[in-house]
């Protein structure tokens, strides 16, 4: 199972290759192509990432055919609205060499979200974009935005891994048949994860990695994750969790591993919101 089927009928990878902090050109180029090697094919960039040219660039240079990949790419806060999300879509397409996307996200919960929200509704209907959804949404955020749409979001990417689990959220997009889209989903390489006691006795078991079993992990509950690394060998291994199968008494044994306790910015916290809000793109 490399798949999931979101809500709206549209296949979704189960795993993708997350390009964020991967400014300059010719290494997010070069590490992209190590991920589309090695059999990634979905690939998560945002405009606020600025380096969705890049990005362009180096799906063209794989050769891999477009309908066999799946491209995601977000929306930044200062282009939340109505007008200004379709012009901010249109500018992402360029940079990004394509003719439609296969996802767009609101990246934040701050700004104009109705507005947004209409905006990308025309798009999926247009066939611009293959299908919407959310980023760094609360339960609240996500009820507020179910209201008012009437496509409803595939997913909501939030920061998730098994040190931070997102229990209550995760059961709320379950309950809503919206996916959760794990970012961070190493812990952003966090020790007290990726070196947890808990775990290596499971990978000793399957011949794994830490890292794999904790792929393997958001695979099983059924959430999709954006695995980053800068070195090809990692690049690899991460995407190689297909030919082993976590028991339900290992999935609880991590499921027992959550703090609940973020690793980054918590979207509710309003100095979080604020040092978001000020950043403004000059792109
Ligand atoms: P590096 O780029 O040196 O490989 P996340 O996916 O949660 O955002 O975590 C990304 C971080 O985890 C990066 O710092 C990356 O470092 C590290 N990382 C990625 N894959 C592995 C792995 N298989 N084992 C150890 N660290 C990893």
């Given at each position: 199972m490399n798949y999931f089927i979101l809500n709206n009928g549209m296949k979704i990878p189960v795993l993708g290759f997350g390009v964020w902090n991967l400014k300059d050109t010719e290494q997010c180029k070069s590490i992209l192509n190590s991920a589309i090697q090695a059999g990634y094919r979905l690939i998560d960039t945002a405009s606020a990432y600025l380096n969705e040219t890049a990005v362009g660039e180096a799906i063209k240079e794989s050769g891999v055919k477009r309908y066999e990949l799946f491209v995601t790419s977000k929306l930044w806060v200062q282009d939340t609205g109505y007008e200004k999300t379709k012009e901010a879509f249109e500018r992402t397409l360029q940079r990004l060499g394509l003719d439609y996307l296969d996802m767009y996200l609101i990246h934040w919960p701050y700004g104009d979200i109705a507005g947004s929200w209409k905006a990308m509704e025309e798009l999926y209907h247009e066939g611009k974009i293959k299908a919407i959804g959310v980023s760094n949404f609360s339960i609240g955020e996500m009820q507020n935005l179910l209201e008012i749409a009437?496509?409803?979001?595939?997913?909501?990417?939030?920061?998730?891994?098994?040190?931070?689990?997102?229990?209550?959220?995760?059961?709320?997009?379950?309950?809503?048949?919206?996916?959760?889209?794990a970012w961070f989903p190493l812990g952003s390489g966090n020790k007290d994860l990726l070196e947890h006691p808990q775990l290596k006795p499971i990978a000793d078991k399957y011949g794994k990695e830490n890292a794999?079993?904790?792929?393997?992990?958001?695979?099983?509950?059924?959430?999709?994750?954006?695995?980053?690394?800068?070195?090809p060998e990692r690049i690899a291994s991460n995407f190689a969790i297909w030919d082993f199968e976590l028991t339900e008494q290992e999935m609880n044994v991590i499921r027992s591993i959550d703090t609940n306790k973020r690793l980054s910015n918590n979207p509710e916290d309003e100095e979080v919101k604020k040092k978001i809000t000020s950043w403004v793109l000059d792109i």
């Open positions: 009437s496509v409803k979001p595939v997913v909501n990417q939030v920061e998730c891994h098994p040190l931070f689990q997102q229990k209550e959220l995760r059961a709320f997009l379950k309950e809503n048949e919206i996916y959760l889209d794999q079993i904790i792929l393997r992990w958001h695979m099983q509950e059924g959430a999709i994750a954006l695995p980053k690394s800068t070195k």
